[in-house]
């Protein structure tokens, strides 16, 4: 009799395969992909152009504020010049006497040089420089802070 060979286990694996999916290939241009993009594109471009408008705007406004600066200090300088000749001339007694009306003088020429056209931040530059000339850089910084928080 013949023999047939027999494990008790079965010899062949089961093959795992997926049902397909339904794959209907549309192309994005039937959605409006084109009109998406190209506003997009249009939107980066006047978000650029704002930005570029903004930066030439405030340098401008920076350009002002500093020509305004230097037309009240020129204003203080022709102001104070025939006090502070006048004072030179004086000696002696006179000279110490005539001390505290001239810086005076001087503050007066100060408050009254261009006041009434400087900003405030300009004007306090203005007070600070003539009295301590060496705080111009810190002035101006100062200064332009306050120009930018007052334009957003």
Known sequence: ?????????????????????????????AFGEA?????????????????????R???????HVAAVANAGIA???????????????????????GYQPFVE????HVLTSGAHSIPPSPSRCLTKRVANPGSEWQCRRRSMRGMRTRSM
């Open 1 to 29: 009799m013949a023999q047939v060979p027999y494990s008790g286990a079965p010899e062949v694996s089961p093959q795992f395969s997926p049902t397909p999916g339904v794959g209907i290939s549309t192309p994005p241009a």
């Open 35 to 55: 009109t998406a993009e190209a506003t997009q594109r249009l939107g980066n471009t006047a978000s650029q152009v704002g930005a570029e408008l903004f930066d």
């Open 57 to 63: 705007a405030y340098a401008m406004q920076q350009l």
């Open 75 to 97: 204003d203080f300088q022709n102001k104070s010049l025939d006090s502070f000749i006048g004072y030179l001339n004086t000696e002696g007694k006179n000279a110490v006497d």
């Open 105 to 108: 003088g001087l503050d007066r």
